[in-house]
């Protein structure tokens, strides 16, 4: 099938802290992965994406890597900030026009 | 330049009435897409356009749910009989092609009493 899992949220982290969000896909062929964010009150907005196998995508200090082997694009911060504090989604797409996305992860950046 | 944007940023109406819902894309992106997004759930796709025509509108969940671009621009979503599990809010997006990165408006949160 087509489908997109993310781990549940929240996370709450303490500044400085390091963050993982896990995401996994299922697909046939090879799709562009991405992870949107959702700053509170804001609409979402593309943080990064990677379109082939073990390309790296990066923004911001928050980096993901695409693994084949592994079917995972786990997005990764080295140091969180209370500024980090949003809703991070996990999408792919599907060759096509449709996007796939998952539930959403809530973070919790505490000062 | 601008943005997506969409309007109202809210609404609220009452169970049986008729809501449209307004996107305007990014200028010369020829691809919008709409989504629903329920409380503390995912994105769920329901429609997207390419130029003014609709390819697939498997997405919308009932026929309550209609939408149309006119001009290749703005797109309307037309929900009829609103019934109160269409609650949500509704986020529109655009690309310059189909596969292209999606940018998206800051929804319209639909309320159904």
């Known amino acids: 099938g087509n489908s997109v899992t993310q781990m549940e949220g929240p996370v709450t982290l303490s500044e400085e802290a390091f963050l993982t969000i896990n995401c996994t896909y299922t697909?046939?062929?090879?799709?562009?992965l991405f992870w949107y964010v959702q700053y509170p009150g804001e609409g979402l907005q593309l943080l990064l994406k990677?379109?082939?196998?073990?390309d790296k995508g990066s923004n911001k200090g928050f980096e993901a890597t695409y693994r084949k082997e592994t079917t995972s694009f786990h997005l990764e911060k080295g140091s969180v900030q209370v500024s980090d504090s949003a809703v991070y989604f996990c999408?792919?797409?599907?060759?096509?026009?449709?996007?796939?996305f998952g539930a959403g992860t809530r973070l919790f950046v505490k000062a | 330049g601008a943005g997506v944007s969409q309007s109202p940023s809210n609404k609220v109406t009452e169970k049986g009435k008729d809501v449209e819902l307004r996107c305007d894309p990014i200028?010369?992106?020829?691809?919008l897409y709409w989504y629903r997004q329920s409380l503390g759930q995912g994105l769920e796709f329901l429609i997207y356009?390419?130029?003014?025509?609709?390819?697939?509108k498997s997405g919308l969940p009932s026929d309550r749910f209609s939408a149309e671009r006119t001009g290749g621009s703005v797109s309307t979503l037309t929900i009829q009989r609103t019934q109160q599990e269409d609650s949500a809010v509704y986020l529109c997006?655009?690309?310059?092609?189909?596969?292209?990165?999606?940018?998206f408006g800051p929804g319209t949160r639909l309320t159904v009493l």
């Open positions: 997006a655009s690309s310059l092609i189909i596969t292209d990165t999606q940018y």
């Open positions: 697909a046939t062929g090879y799709p562009s």
């Open positions: 990677a379109t082939k196998a073990d």
């Open positions: 999408a792919r797409n599907t060759g096509g026009f449709k996007t796939i």
């Open positions: 200028s010369g992106h020829t691809a």
């Open positions: 356009f390419q130029g003014n025509s609709a390819p697939d």
